[in-house]
């Protein structure tokens, strides 16, 4: 976690918004950077996108069955879309607070300091995200091998060997250029978002043929089971789950155009656009099914689809294949992004901080990434992790937003381009630490378990990040490593970086620390055309 040898950015000639070169620039005014290429659009994309997986295709039971009622179930996906939206008003300030790239990491860090930061960084490049990318993935393979296989469950290898092509695939996509990401972000929100239309279209019909049995007040709070307090919290903790990836966007600040006004605009419409689609998908599911068919269930929209589409039936399968294909694409996109801001702040290796000399991409970090969730795609214990880590990501949401009132505390002259109310960090932090403390008295064990698994970083942290005098050997051991990585990857410092190093003191003499990739790329500077 030492910096390896860092290769600054070529000089490149700066373009007009016509794409013509500007030659009214020096060609040195011009570096190598990570590209401000996300516009309002893409940018609600990537949270509509990260938010809506599988889930609400597959299995929205999951609040059903712990709310008890039809009723009670789609307060709860109300009430937890207005905790959402609450919580993603926090990271809105926080956002243009502090607009660096890393999300909540980012913040932490900031505000608590190197270790705090670090252990939110651990737990998310050990467990989270590769679990996470594994299991969308799987998802992916499976609604498109299921054709195949339409009197048994596609084999295992199968699944997963498709899952790894689809990850591959999307890291190329990315590698190669943000402005790709993003469109293959947008077109399949837009696939996803078009079959719940779909979806809240026919339930509407249904209403209108007199099907609203169990939307009627005396038949929605007829309990299927008995009301308890721990299944209802449990419900809750559910349908908060459900709404994940709501602060992703904050991943890849400074690659948004205009983030002060776009993070916040985007926020503000993708949370509300998200919870109506989730409150009008359920209710539309109990206009075709009744609370016992949806809990029967494994895949409901597929369900829903067989019910009333007959003959297009097969759209539904075909959504939930394009939904998890996208929903690979945005967390490969934003996780990629928080690696990055980890080793730029020396808490990753070096080379996950640099960028491709030509696309501008974080491809070390993106293979990073993809690497890592291939290698889970190899265990069979992932979902385990994930009910082990769950509880730790939570946690962390918690914390940032704490971390927002003490900002304010410690700070309070700071500019900020958003200021909200402490009204709202404090309800937020009222329902998180009610879920809190429920999930560690229902599942202690879990949750000791995930802590354990965040606190392995300690140790980590100590010999890493803190421990700044290291052996020679293994300095020059990194930074063979480092230097290797970059010639193969093609990547070079993003200029920032050096700007930031010259001003805090900390940079080094270019000609000690500059790794030449080879003499044609010194010799031809234009070819960083970012």
């Known amino acids: 976690m030492t910096d390896g040898p860092r290769q600054r950015g070529s000089a490149a000639p700066t373009t007009g918004e016509d794409g013509a070169a500007d030659d009214g620039k020096a060609a040195g005014e011009s570096s190598v950077a990570l590209k401000k290429e996300i516009g309002l659009v893409s940018a609600c994309g990537i949270i509509v996108g990260n938010i809506i997986g599988s889930g609400i295709f597959v299995s929205p039971k999951g609040v059903l069955e712990n709310a008890s009622s039809v009723g009670l179930a789609l307060i709860v996906w109300i009430v937890t879309g207005i905790i959402t939206a609450i919580g993603a008003l926090c990271y809105a300030e926080l956002g243009v607070t502090i607009p660096k790239s890393g999300g909540d990491y980012s913040y932490v860090k900031d505000i608590f300091g190197g270790l705090a930061g670090f252990l939110r960084l651990w737990i998310a490049v050990l467990v989270i995200y590769p679990t996470n990318q594994a299991v969308i993935a799987l998802t992916f393979s499976n609604y498109v091998l299921q054709p195949l296989f339409p009197t048994c469950f596609p084999p295992e290898n199968g699944l997963r060997l498709l899952a790894a092509i689809c990850l591959l695939l999307l890291t190329w ?35 209108c043929k007199g099907e609203y049995y169990w939307l009627e007040p005396a038949n929605a709070f007829e309990p299927f089971q008995d009301y308890d307090v721990g299944l209802i919290a449990l419900a809750f903790l559910q349908g908060s789950f459900a709404y994940g990836g ?53 895949a409901v929209a597929v369900t829903f689809g067989e019910k009333l589409l007959g003959v297009m039936s097969w759209i539904m399968p075909i959504s939930v294949a394009l939904s998890t294909f996208g929903g690979v694409n945005g967390s490969l996109f934003t996780s990629s992004r928080l690696f990055f801001a980890g080793a730029r702040e020396g808490h990753l290796p070096s ?44 946690l962390f949401y918690g914390v940032t937003v704490a971390g927002q009132i003490v900002l304010r505390i410690k700070q309070p002259d700071m500019h900020r381009p958003i200021k909200i109310s402490l009204v709202w960090p404090v309800i937020y932090l009222l329902f998180w630490a009610f879920l809190l403390i429920f999930s560690l008295y229902s599942e202690p064990v879990v949750c000791g378990i995930g802590l354990a698994i965040m606190l392995t970083g300690v140790p980590v942290y100590f010999l890493g990040v803190y421990w700044e005098n290291k052996p020679q050997c ?57």
């Not at 996509?173 to 996803?192: E, H, L, P, Y």
Request: include cysteine.
């Open 173 to 207: 996509v990315n590698c190669a250029s943000v402005r790709w990401a993003t469109r293959v972000q947008d077109v399949f929100t837009a696939g996803k978002l078009l079959a719940l239309i779909l979806i809240i279209i026919m339930g509407f019909v249904q209403i």
């Open 246 to 298: 709501w602060n992703f966007l904050n991943y890849v600040t400074e690659e948004l155009v205009d983030p002060y006004v776009n993070l916040p605009r985007a926020i503000f419409i993708s949370i509300p656009l998200v919870t109506f689609v989730y409150v009008f998908a359920n209710i539309a599911y109990v206009t075709a099914m009744s609370p016992q068919e949806l809990l029967a269930s494994n």
């Open 351 to 394: 080379l996950l901080a640099m960028i491709h000399v030509k696309r501008c991409t974080p491809i070390p970090a993106l293979l990073f990434t993809c690497i890592s969730t291939i290698l889970m795609l190899c265990t069979s214990d992932m979902y385990t992790l994930i009910n082990y880590v769950g509880f730790i990501n939570y």
């Open 474 to 530: 293994f300095n020059t051991f990194v930074g063979k490593m480092t230097y290797l990585g970059q010639k193969f990857c093609v990547v070079v410092y993003p200029m920032e970086d050096k700007k930031k190093n010259e001003e805090s003191g900390d940079e080094i003499e270019m000609k000690e620390q500059s790794v030449p990739l080879s003499a044609e790329d010194e010799e031809t500077p234009k070819a960083a055309d970012c």
